[in-house]
């Protein structure tokens, strides 16, 4: 409809494109639209491909660690200083509430890890002949449920999600 106009990407107010009076089936304008009592919509959430490719530019990544040797101390203790910093750690472990605060401490930073951890899908892990060899009696595999398509078109699943309120629902 507003074809040459530039495309706004941004939030604007609500406009009214077009308005029908509720005048009844004998109005022309609701002459045209059929009514239908019921409707079936099929959607399909698989990722589009698209037909022209845009050049980004590539991310170049690499693992890097930090390790704080000296550093973090309060401004009363000199941390260049071994025996400050040993005074320092001797009273604090001392404090009741020191051995609550570290159980809980690792735990956040086990899931923060846990979290950052990945792996390198094109890495070699194992050298040729080196794969680990298992044993069947101890591998297995259990059908959990089977998905039934309802399109008649034949199609690959490409995902699937689920409710998190329960099994009866996808």
């Keep these: 409809r507003e074809f040459g106009h530039a495309t706004q990407f941004k939030d604007g107010k609500a406009r009214i494109l077009k ?11 609701a002459q045209q639209w ?17 037909q022209h490719e845009a050049d980004t530019g590539n991310l170049v990544q690499k693992p ?15 941390g260049g200083e071994i025996t400050e910093r040993q005074r320092y ?9 020191y051995f609550k605060e ?7 930073a086990h899931n923060s890890i846990a979290q950052n ?14 794969i ?10 259990d059908t959990m449920c089977v998905l039934k398509d309802p399109s ?8 699937v999600c689920w409710n998190p309120d329960g099994s009866g629902r996808i």
């Design 117 to 130: 951890n990945t792996l390198d899908l094109y890495e070699q892990y194992f050298k040729d002949g080196d």
């Design 64 to 78: 890097s660690g930090t390790l704080f040797v000296n550093g973090a101390w309060p401004k009363k203790v000199k």
């Design 102 to 108: 570290v159980p809980v401490i690792c735990d956040i």
């Design 34 to 50: 059929v009514k239908k009592r019921y409707s079936t919509i099929e959607i399909d959430c698989t990722p589009e491909y698209a």
């Design 132 to 141: 680990f060899e298992s044993d069947d009696a101890t591998m297995k595999l």
């Design 89 to 97: 750690l001797q009273r604090l472990t001392a404090e009741k509430e």
């Design 152 to 159: 008649e078109e034949k199609r690959h699943a490409t995902s």
């Design 19 to 29: 308005s029908i009076d509720a005048q009844g089936a004998e109005c022309e304008e």
